[in-house]
């Protein structure tokens, strides 16, 4: 018999094609009146149609978020959420936009409505990441997490196909170790599980036509399963070493994510074989991370810690901290093991 605990993460979440057209009724809903908008120097485009969408609810917009969420750019936002007097704070982009959006709303109480361009799914999780002075620290707490999020289908059409696929497979590593989670239930468990299926065939799809919006909608369903299980259960080696990997090595997160998960789940293999039968079933295939290996192989995906910038030199200090550091993993952390998928990751072969 399987003892748990379960604790439902309470966010509103609006799903569909060109629901961004509900952004002024949502921050209604939330009781505001002053939203301020964030995003990307990238996506500064989208600001217009905020503004529009918004009218006199728009009380202005801040378009410097930035990977890792570095406190400098948090204190610039916060100086500027205090000089509008905003009541509310509207994030659309990817995980660093909604990193910003919780940064702020851990300083300020301010609610939040997400709207997603990838599949990073922390919309859907009370945990926060920042860096400061390059060090990146963690935190969990309820008003981190989120009271709306919007998902636009039809937002995520332009993502570039390199990116839908590292990010696809990003939300797939968070799916893929709720399964082998301590906390692991069975809500999380049927998340994760469709939330592969979902991903897995959706990304072909989208490499083959970008602008498919079934293929892109099944892909965003799978992104807010997959948050929903990295909200709710703790993740093991792979997101350490992820966590290592983009923190104290500024490797770019979701490719970080796409090169180690396969490598990770071949090392847990054998201490987990029941999650991993049941997360080949899900990619119908007969061996899990073979099939996560190939998979992002046969989309041109990365492949390579090396080819990401990560010096050979760094190798034993990523084993270091990864052994140095306590958190679940189905199977025990080993310098010689870790440093051996490390190795494998580095070169870009598969999956031993
Ligand atoms: P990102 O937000 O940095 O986006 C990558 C790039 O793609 C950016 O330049 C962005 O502007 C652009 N982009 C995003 N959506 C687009 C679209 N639809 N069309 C065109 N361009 C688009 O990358 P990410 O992988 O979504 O997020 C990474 C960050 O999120 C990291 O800082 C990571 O730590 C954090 N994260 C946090 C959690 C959590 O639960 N706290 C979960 C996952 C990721």
């Known amino acids: 018999m399987q ?3 379960y604790v439902r993460q309470a966010a509103r979440v609006v799903f569909g094609a060109g629901t961004l057209a509900r952004l002024r009724e949502e921050v209604e809903r939330l009781g505001c009146s002053r939203a301020v908008v964030l995003t990307t120097a990238r996506q500064a485009g989208l600001v217009a149609r905020a503004r529009e969408l918004l009218g006199p609810l728009a009380a202005g917009e801040f378009t410097r978020a930035v990977a890792h969420t570095p406190t400098d ?3 610039s936002a916060l100086d500027l959420v205090r000089e509008l007097g905003a009541d509310c704070v509207v994030a659309i982009g990817g995980g660093s936009t909604t990193g910003l959006s919780k940064a702020l709303a851990v300083r300020t ?26 060090v990146k620290t963690t935190q969990s707490s309820p008003e981190i997490l989120p009271e709306t999020v919007v998902y636009d289908v039809d937002l995520t059409l332009g993502l570039p196909v390199p990116i839908s696929v590292t990010s696809g497979v990003n939300a797939m590593a968070h799916a893929i170790e709720a399964l082998y989670a301590p906390q692991a239930n069975p809500v999380t468990d049927e998340l994760a599980l469709r939330s592969i299926a979902l991903m897995s065939a959706a990304l072909p799809g989208i490499a083959a036509d ?4 079934e293929a892109r909608a099944d892909a965003l369903q799978a992104a807010w399963l997959a948050g929903t299980c990295l909200g709710a259960v703790g993740m093991g080696l792979h997101h350490r070493l992820c966590h290592i990997l983009g923190g104290s090595f500024g490797l770019p997160h979701a490719a970080t994510h796409t090169v180690v998960l396969p490598h990770v789940m071949a090392y847990n293999a054998g201490a987990a074989p029941d999650a991993m039968r049941r997360i080949a079933g899900a990619l119908g295939a007969a061996d899990a991370p073979a099939a996560v290996y190939d998979l992002v192989s046969a989309l041109h995906g990365p492949v390579s810690l090396g080819e990401l910038g990560l010096r050979e030199e760094n190798l034993a200090r990523v084993v270091e901290l990864a052994v140095g550091a306590s958190y679940p993993n189905p199977r025990e952390i080993t310098a010689d093991g870790v440093a051996a998928l490390l190795r494998d990751a580095w070169e870009g072969r598969g999956p031993a």
């Not at 997400?114 to 926060?128: C, D, F, H, M």
């Not at 970008?210 to 919006?213: L, M, Q």
């Open 3 to 5: 003892e748990f605990t």
């Open 210 to 213: 970008p602008t498919d919006r």
């Open 73 to 75: 750019v948090t204190a």
């Open 109 to 134: 109480g301010l609610p939040q409505i997400i709207v997603p361009t990838t599949y990073a799914g922390s919309e859907v999780t009370p945990v926060l990441g920042e860096t400061d002075n390059g």
